[in-house]
């Protein structure tokens, strides 16, 4: 009961000496705010198209026929490439580009490949070799996308030209195959010649044959023209939420800003217990160390809460106020705030124990800003590209709190995320509150 | 005879190899004044921290007798910037869990003449030296250990800080100052301590001392 009482007491000595400092306070919400605001910048360009460069061997003529249709090949390949930012380079300053990073990929179209595929003999091929970075599994999928796309311009223009050889071998009429014109009667007007010979016994069983014949093109060119696409994608740009404004987005902002908040705050108070000579005072059995840590963590987290309900209303407000499409979940928000509680205080507790290993409150807030830092950008790597970034990331509050928030603002059912994650930052808390906790007699020492 | 308040057995400190303070004995009684003296560096300091319980000794025994309390003057003023004289009272006498702490604070706030409204970082470095005389007094202790209390203090506020720590001694209690200033030794010490690197080199009435520290 002392315990709590005394924190309680600390508590409220920092609140009423932030209050009196208004300048830091409000550096303290900025900062972490300014960063918030760059970090989603550079995020926004990591979505952004890479460069990949395109070695032109067979030299493509501007104008190439395949299957009787004309295509502007550099053209197709701009068109479809929307996800890339394509580079027509040879093949040494390709080589170049892609050792230094200017491009992350290269696609070389090799000598030949305009005959192999006018021929439609065999499936021509284009060579695709990519840089060993994070992105490259994401611009080979985006090459695949790519190719993909050409496929089906291609595939489209060979099924339309299929479909010209049903309906002149059904109707009749003149049919280029092969660079010769061949002129073609056509079963409809076969099984009409064949019907008025009456004197052939055998024209009848000849029309029935065609009949049956006539009846299954009829059906392959209707087949013909659902293969082209069997399933069309529909795609209409709306009124939705951009990047700055997404789920993610005040995730990304919340978790970044309490992150630095919460740990240079938790570290420059337990500090400043220090500067100001009563560490040492409060130590000698005045205050137990558990109420020190208490008070600490307390701050930190009724801090985070503050900041962390501001954002939350600012980014309602923008919402709102630009009816933006599904508004802000209002509902969610003391779910997210419940997060917000568990994050800051494991901050809170990480922040305590840079306090009392650091001499002085200067070298606190420094030392906050550089663990905070690795901390946040570990969290934003994406698992799937660096698994040890994870599990390492796992052990600190960003990514967790990230999920936690991003889950509670917008998924349908949250508690299957949050449930584990809030387990993770009290988990968290823990660990690191007895962490500190160990680390405070460096603190209160004399 | 005096009662014994405050005794230390053979305690000792080390800083890793280095040796702060070697194997002392020390009895504090009620109603004595002993001054700790030495040069910069003794362990005068080291061996006050460890009276207040400020910092663990690395041997020996420490014991405070029955129901005694240590307040403890560290050598640089310690107490909250951005509070006021007034609030750092109340937030210390509440942590001493003394009854009444607003009246026990203003009562002290009084007694020292300190500004009730200024925030303490803007008091001046005597008021300041004052104010944590007085949060040392929070919960009538009755050892208190002054750890160079007057070394930048004018004659005036000298003056008033004697005044109460002859106050507390008259009251039963037993002070332990350091000092460098031997006129201040000779004046209000009855019994001198001397420390050097870290040993005991000397204990003896002020008289003794005087001869002791003037020998070659």
Redesign the interface.
């Known amino acids: 009961m ?1 315990t709590l009482r ?1 924190a309680a ?1 600390l508590t409220r ?1 920092d609140l ?2 932030l209050r ?2 208004p300048l830091v306070l409000i550096l303290l919400a900025c900062y972490p705010l300014l960063i918030a605001g760059l970090v989603g910048t550079v995020a926004g360009y990591a979505n952004s198209r890479p460069r990949v460069a395109i070695v032109d061997l067979d030299q493509i003529p501007p104008k190439v026929e395949v299957a009787g249709h004309t295509y502007d090949l550099k053209d197709m390949i701009d068109e479809v490439a929307k996800n890339v930012r394509i580079s027509w380079l040879t093949k040494a300053q390709a080589a170049q580009a892609l050792r230094t990073g200017e491009v992350v990929g290269v696609i070389t179209i090799p000598d030949g490949f305009i005959n192999q595929l006018k021929s439609v003999a065999s499936s021509p091929e284009v060579q695709f070799e990519t840089s060993q970075g994070g992105i490259s599994s994401r611009v080979t999928q985006q090459m695949q996308a790519l190719i993909y796309n050409l496929n089906r311009k291609l595939q489209e223009a060979y099924l339309e030209d299929a479909i010209g050889y049903i309906s002149v071998i059904r109707n009749g009429g003149t049919a280029d195959f092969l660079g010769s014109d061949y002129k073609v009667l056509g079963i409809n007007k076969a099984r009409s010649l064949l019907a008025a010979d009456k004197k052939n016994p055998d024209a009848a069983k000849v029309v029935r044959f065609l009949d049956t014949a006539e009846g299954a093109l009829r059906a392959t060119e209707v087949s013909a023209h659902a293969v082209a696409q069997p399933i069309k994608l529909a795609t209409a740009t709306r009124n939705g939420r951009g990047w700055l404004l997404s789920a993610q987005m005040q995730a990304y902002a919340l978790a970044l800003t309490i992150s630095i908040l919460a740990l240079a705050l938790g570290a420059a108070v337990t500090a400043s217990e220090r500067d ?3 560490a ?8 137990s160390r558990v109420s020190l840590l208490a008070a600490k963590v307390a701050l930190a987290t009724i801090i985070s809460l503050a900041v962390g309900t501001v954002i939350l209303l600012a980014f309602g407000v923008i919402v709102e106020v630009g009816d933006i499409a599904g508004g802000q979940p209002w509902q969610r928000i003391p779910l997210v705030l419940l997060g917000v509680v568990l994050f800051g205080a494991a901050l809170g507790a990480i922040g305590t124990l840079i306090g009392a290993l650091a001499r002085e409150g200067r070298s606190a807030t420094l030392g906050a800003l550089l663990v905070a830092l690795p901390i946040v950008l570990l969290g934003l790597i994406p698992r799937e590209i660096a698994p040890p970034a994870g599990y390492v990331s796992d052990i600190f509050p960003f990514s967790h709190g990230e999920r936690f928030f991003s889950s509670a603002l917008y998924d349908r059912h949250p508690w299957a995320t949050i449930g584990p994650e809030a387990l993770w930052l009290l988990g968290l808390l823990v660990l690191w509150a007895a962490v500190a906790r160990l680390a405070q ?1 460096r603190l ?3 | 005879m005096a009662e014994t308040l405050l005794a230390a057995s053979t305690i000792s400190r080390r800083f890793g190899r280095v040796i702060a303070l070697e194997p002392i004995d020390l009895e504090l009684r009620s109603g004595e004044a002993v001054a700790l003296v030495g040069p910069n560096g003794a362990g005068k ?1 080291t061996l006050m ?1 460890i009276l ?5 000794a690395s041997g020996g025994r420490l014991s405070v007798t029955g129901s005694a309390k240590v307040g ?1 003057l ?1 050598q ?8 006021t004289a007034l ?1 750092n009272l109340v ?2 006498a ?4 003394m009854k009444g702490p607003e009246h026990e604070a203003e009562q002290m706030l009084e007694r020292f003449s300190l500004p009730s409204d200024r ?1 303490s970082a803007y008091l001046s470095i005597g008021n300041r030296q004052r104010l944590s005389l007085a ?1 040392a007094l929070l919960g009538n202790p009755n050892v208190l250990l002054l750890d160079e209390p007057t070394a930048s203090l004018d004659p005036k506020q000298r003056a008033l800080l004697w005044r109460e720590a002859q106050r507390h001694i008259e009251d039963g209690g037993a002070v332990l100052f350091s000092s460098q200033n031997i006129e201040e030794v000779e004046r209000h010490a009855t019994r001198v301590i001397a420390l050097d690197s870290g040993r005991l080199v000397f204990g003896g009435s002020p008289e003794e001392y005087t001869v002791w520290e003037r020998e070659p």
């Open positions: 002392r005394d007491l000595k009423v000496s009196r400092a100001e000579n009563v040492c005072l409060l130590g000698r059995g005045l205050v007699p209160t020492e004399a | 300091s921290a207040a319980g400020a910092l663990k403890w560290p640089r003023p310690a107490h909250y910037g951005r509070l609030e937030l210390f509440r942590l001493e869990q925030l949060i």
